[in-house]
């Protein structure tokens, strides 16, 4: 096929555990590629257009881990993708060459109890993309299972490469229970609350408060959403004196839900402090191994306590949602780079003081 022979190599973004981060040729390579042998039944070929660099991919650069996940090799990052079909085997009914998709990172086995009763976030063989031993989609060129791949019609690449983040949004305030009308808090700023503060609104959230400890951050917020109420977090505030401040910037309303986006410890206290009595703390971000809580405020206020891994079900959802307009994810992307220049894009992503939100790759 023409298109197979106009291949450029396919770099790949890697880390190492002594925290190196380079760009090299990827597995598989040109020769495989253009192999009969390349794709197994029901895989596809996909040209990979843009990926966003999550903060997972920092963590893992940075850190070397994630909880029990740990870079013990050289390591191919990214899972927030999108690019075109280049090949497709036989067996493959639901794709076709020149599809443009958004890529699931979620490899699932399809039996294991979790699969079978709609919740595959917990497959118990889970191969997710970008998660060690895993390779992830920072690459020219990936095969990948057909049922991975959502197509995404004419929406663009950069949108494509925000579903991903769209769908943590999504499967948290769908189990947290958001309801049209209802006060709700987002503890974090990121590109993770920011775009749940999207979904929020989309979803009919009022009022809505957003805390962080930048005010950068904050400025964005009110720009991507101008009623929403901006709560600066003082390091020197306890969190219950951070909890009364929310309050307070609701007009005295409690919320009922509070959606937690960085899983900092001090974070999810304040998070606990705010909520009313019968309320909901929902922690869609990833933080510490442990953490101390306020038990007897969760007690004595019953409030649901609650946590969110990855998401199942939610990307034909999201491609509605971006594609209607309800929700614009482009407005989160701040910065773009061509995959040579990873190693500057990965050094923005890690600095949001200078002005990140949400760092592009461009591979196609």
């Keep these: 096929m023409a298109v197979l022979d106009d291949l450029k190599p396919n770099l790949g973004v890697f880390v190492d555990p002594s925290h190196k981060l380079w ?46 996940m740990v870079v013990e ?20 009914e639901n794709l076709s060459v020149d599809d443009r998709v958004a890529i699931e990172p979620n490899i699932i086995c ?31 060129y990936v095969v990948v299972p057909s049922f991975c791949c959502h197509k995404i019609g004419q929406m663009s690449f950069a949108e494509g490469a925000l579903l991903e983040p769209l769908s943590v949004a999504l499967a948290g305030i ?22 749940t503060l999207l979904a929020c609104r989309a979803a009919g959230a009022d009022p809505i408060a957003i805390t962080d400890v930048q005010s950068g951050r904050l400025h964005f917020a009110q720009k991507l959403v101008p ?25 005295g309303i409690e919320p009922k839900v509070a959606l937690d986006c960085n899983g900092s410890q001090s974070s999810i206290q304040g998070a606990i402090w705010s909520v009313k009595f019968g309320g909901t703390v929902f922690v869609i971000g990833v933080g510490q191994d442990e953490i101390e809580v306020p038990f007897m405020r969760l007690h004595s206020r019953e409030i649901d306590f609650r946590v969110e891994y ?24 701040t910065h773009s780079f ?23 790759i461009t591979t196609g």
């Excluded at 497959?123 to 997710?128: A, D, N, P, T």
């Excluded at 061509?338 to 949001?352: G, L, R, S, T, V």
Aim: hydrophobic share 35%.
């Design 174 to 195: 769908e189990r947290a229970g958001v309801r049209i009308g209802d006060p709700v808090v987002i503890c974090g700023a990121g590109p993770i609350g920011l775009v």
């Design 23 to 68: 760009v090299a040729e990827a597995e598989p390579d040109l020769d495989t590629l253009r192999s009969e042998k390349a794709l197994k039944e029901g895989e596809v070929l996909i040209g990979i257009k843009i990926t966003g660099i999550c903060g997972s991919d920092v963590h893992f650069w940075r850190d070397g881990r994630i909880g029990p």
């Design 310 to 333: 990855r998401y199942s079900n939610t990307w034909p959802k999201a491609i509605r949602l971006v594609n209607s307009g309800l929700i614009d994810v482009k407005r989160l992307v």
């Design 73 to 92: 090799k050289d390591h191919i990052l990214g899972h927030e993708s999108a690019g075109v079909v280049l090949a497709v085997h036989p067996s493959v």
């Design 227 to 251: 009623s929403v109420r901006a709560v600066k977090v003082d390091w020197n505030n306890t969190a219950e004196e951070e909890g009364r401040q929310i309050v307070s910037s609701m007009d």
């Design 338 to 360: 061509d995959i040579e220049q990873a190693e500057e894009a990965f050094e923005m992503a890690k600095h949001p003081g200078r002005g990140s939100i949400k760092v592009h």
């Design 110 to 140: 399809h039996r294991c109890e979790p699969c079978l009763t709609g919740r595959y976030n917990g497959c118990e063989k889970m191969q997710f993309l970008s998660t060690p031993p895993y390779p992830g989609l920072l690459r020219r």
